[in-house]
Every structure is written in C-alpha cells, then in structure tokens.
C-alpha cells in the first residue's frame, strides 16, 4: 500500500530556503526552460485511457493536470509581470479546483502543452534577463495575507513543475507503463 502522503507530494512539499542564491535562481531558470521538453517527453506515449488515469486515488487525471499546469502557470507568468511592472500588486487567486471541473478539461491536451511551451519559453526569458533587485519585487497574495517577492515564486514553481511531472512519473511506475 502506498502512503497517501507521498500520493500528494512525491517530491516533498514546497520548502523555502532560508537563503535564496543566484545558483538558486539560475537552477530553477533552467528547469522553467526545460520543464515542457520534460513534460513533453514524459507524455509522448500516452493513450487516451492513460490520460484519462487519476494521478493517485481521489486526484485528477493526467488530463485534469496537464490543463491545470497551463492555468497555474499561465497566472503565475500574470502575476510575475505584474511584479515587475507594478509596485507591489494585489493578486487574484483562483479556485483551481473548481477550474478542473470545467468542461474545458475534458479537451485534448495538445493546447495545454503549447501553452505550456510557449509561457516557459516567455517565463525563461524574463528570469534570465532578471537582475538581483527585480527578484526582490513582490506582489500581495490575499488568500495568505502576504508579500511574496519575485524569488521566492520562481523556486516555487520549479517545485510546481517537479512536483507534477513525479505524479505522472510515479504513476507511470505504479501502472508499469513505459
């Protein structure tokens, strides 16, 4: 039987070091660059039935999450221009989990995954050309009454990256699929 805990977050939950680094920085650059080869690679063989597969009991399928990494990342991108370009601004979160229940979920994935391409490819550009003092840029978050400076949101979402590509990773291990 396998832990439910690990189901979640195969790699961890997201864990803030105490002291964000260039080589931080320049590390999740590179895997924000990357991450739709990544993904793209990892879903090359996919059926439809095993996209249509839960990730882990009681969580979405392959599909739900694909199309959940464009939303996430498409407001993430949102909200990083927003940083750099405005003092401070106030975000807007969304119910994700009410997203996945909407009907454009059921789509093919394949503009999920240009969309993905195409705001990696932005992101990436924007974060190398980033100096020490944008990175320090914040936006408030509402939801968690907070400001969350632009460094801080860059290590988050390689973790985001990572941790969805080890759901269908690890699922493809469980399921013994090539």
Request: no cysteine.
């Amino acid at each position: 039987m396998t832990d439910i805990e690990f189901l979640k977050y195969p790699i961890g939950r997201f864990q803030k070091p105490e002291r964000i680094s260039q080589a931080h920085l320049d590390g999740a650059a590179t895997y924000i660059q990357n991450f739709p080869k990544y993904l793209n690679d990892t879903l090359a063989s996919f059926s439809e039935a095993q996209l249509n597969t839960p990730y882990r009991p009681g969580g979405w399928t392959v599909k739900q999450l694909i199309h959940h990494i464009a939303d996430s990342h498409m407001n993430a991108l949102i909200r990083f221009k927003l940083a750099l370009t405005e003092d401070n601004p106030s975000i807007k979160p969304y119910l994700e989990a009410e997203w996945a229940k909407l009907n454009d979920y059921t789509l093919p994935i394949a503009g999920s995954l240009s969309m993905i391409q195409a705001m990696h490819e932005k992101w990436a550009k924007i974060l190398k050309l980033m100096n020490s003092e944008d990175f320090q840029k914040t936006y408030y978050h509402p939801e968690y009454q907070k400001n969350i400076p632009l460094a801080e949101v860059t290590l988050m979402y390689e973790w985001h990256s990572k941790h969805h590509l080890a759901h269908i990773q690890h699922l493809m291990l469980r399921e013994n699929w090539k």
